[in-house]
């Protein structure tokens, strides 16, 4: 068999690009595909799509037309992901050059989707959660290992549900030899994936398995230097969840922890299950046990009804809270969700002034946040380089950029922080 082309491009969270290494694992060890960068000397082209917002699912057409132009003859586009779950078969309607849609959920089928022209794959109550892919890592020091697919929650505004199922959680000895698979190729990090992460273990007969657990197994694994995780949810921040992540030296202190509004009137209008009062309570508790963590959260202004009062809550808890990195977005109505048929719709240009607020609100507490690093010493593990100019993260999760002319990739090592900017720092090695 003659070697073939996969061009591969990832859109959306670090599920998605777990996702995209199991499809390139898939491809290229049980069918003869090697990877390229180019997608005009492609033989299959695959876009693995996310439909979290609406902006990424109206490029996905044109993008797909843009592929078709220049694509070689006779070569296959396939469309995956949570575009793919929730749009179907309209996807070939509206863009017949598609030959084949594999959702989210359906990753371990992407062989046969593949070999049948046309075929729509998207069933999103398959359950792939025990399959085992082969080996691909994009990064071979970093290991995105998935620990549950799917979630059962039911906030308003969000498509997830709709596009990865119902929650499962993998069972712990899987992850557990991920885990160890990954440290024997050289991993010294793993990052642990999940809509909520902190509510593994739902559905096990064996209520001990729980998240907190499973944490401490993974750090007992040799090699396996640092572990992160994303997204624990507020409503399951137990104590003694919280106590692990202070107290285990090799979780990094880093909390992703997505607030979405700062009004309770507007987490219960979202179905977020706790209130501005909870996620405080929350977040003082992580910084009393965890001084030297940071959090970083997850905030969406102009959620229909969200008034002027309700935002500046969200302002309010920003202040107070401090979040040293943040994410944030405007509201974008989406298919099958309850808030995309709410009848107060905030005003687009409202959402953008909001937006803009809440970031430059932001962007000072990030540079104070900047500012604090400078002088300490911390540990790197270094992801990339560039010519002598290396970059990598602390575990507190602030990228530092530093000079060596040594070969670092993939170690851990001590740099001095020297200098703040706006989005980097920079260092020196010691
Ligand atoms: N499971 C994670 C979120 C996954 S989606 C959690 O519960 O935190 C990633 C982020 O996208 C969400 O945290 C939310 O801030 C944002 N998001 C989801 N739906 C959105 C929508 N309809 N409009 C704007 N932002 C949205
Ligand atoms: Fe979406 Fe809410 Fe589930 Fe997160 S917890 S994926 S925001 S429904
Ligand atoms: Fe992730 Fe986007 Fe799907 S954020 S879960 S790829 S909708």
Not at 245 to 271: E, T, W, Y
Request: proline share 3%; aromatic share 8%.
């Amino acid at each position: 068999m003659s070697q073939k082309l996969l061009y591969i491009e990832t859109l959306g969270c670090a599920m998605n690009v777990r996702d995209s290494e199991h499809i390139i694992a898939e491809l290229t060890e049980k069918d003869n595909y090697a990877l390229t960068t180019s997608p005009k000397d492609a033989d299959l082209i695959i876009i693995n799509t996310c439909s979290v917002r609406e902006k990424p699912v109206q490029k996905l057409f044109s993008e797909i037309g843009a592929f078709k132009k220049i694509k070689k003859e006779g070569a296959k586009i396939g469309v995956c992901g949570c575009t793919a779950s929730h749009l179907g078969e309209e996807i070939i309607k509206k863009a017949p050059a598609v030959n084949f849609v594999l959702g989210a959920r359906n990753v371990s089928k992407i062989k046969s989707a593949v070999a049948k022209d046309k075929s729509v794959e998207i069933d999103i109550n398959y359950d792939d959660s025990s399959y085992m892919f082969g080996e691909y890592r994009q990064n071979d020091y970093k290991a995105l290992i998935n620990i549950s697919i799917g979630c059962d929650k039911e906030c308003a505004y969000c498509i997830v549900p709709h596009t990865r199922g119902e929650e499962v959680s993998i069972p712990m000895e899987l992850i557990l030899r991920e885990a160890k698979k990954a440290a024997d190729k050289g991993a010294k990090e793993v990052v642990l994936l999940g809509q909520n992460v902190n509510n593994y273990g739902k559905g096990f007969k064996d209520k001990s398995i729980n998240f907190t657990a499973l944490l401490r197994e993974v750090s007992k694994i040799d090699g396996i230097e640092r572990i992160r995780f994303t997204s624990p949810h507020p409503l399951h921040a137990d104590d003694e969840f919280i106590e692990e992540f202070a107290k285990n030296p090799k979780i990094c202190k880093n909390m992703h922890f997505p607030l979405q509004a700062g009004s309770s009137k507007v987490l219960k209008d979202m179905r977020r299950g706790y209130t501005k009062e909870w996620f405080l309570s929350k977040a003082a508790k992580i910084r009393e046990l965890c001084p030297e963590a940071t959090i970083s959260t997850d905030i969406i202004v102009g959620f229909p009804g969200e008034s002027d009062e309700e935002f500046l809550e969200t302002m309010e808890v920003v202040e107070k809270v401090g979040f040293e990195f943040m994410f944030s977005f405007a509201y974008s109505p989406r298919p099958l969700t309850k808030a995309a048929n709410m009848p107060n719709q905030v005003d687009e240009e409202i959402k953008k002034m909001r937006l803009l607020t809440l970031q430059s609100a932001q962007l000072k507490i990030q540079e104070a946040a900047h500012k604090r690093q400078v002088g300490k010493v911390e540990k790197i593990l270094v992801e990339s380089r560039d010519g002598d100019i290396y970059f990598g993260k602390t575990g507190s999760g602030f990228g530092v950029k530093f000079e060596s002319d040594k070969e670092l990739l993939g170690q851990l090592v001590d740099v001095e922080i020297t200098k703040a900017g706006r989005h980097a720092l920079s260092g020196h090695l010691i």
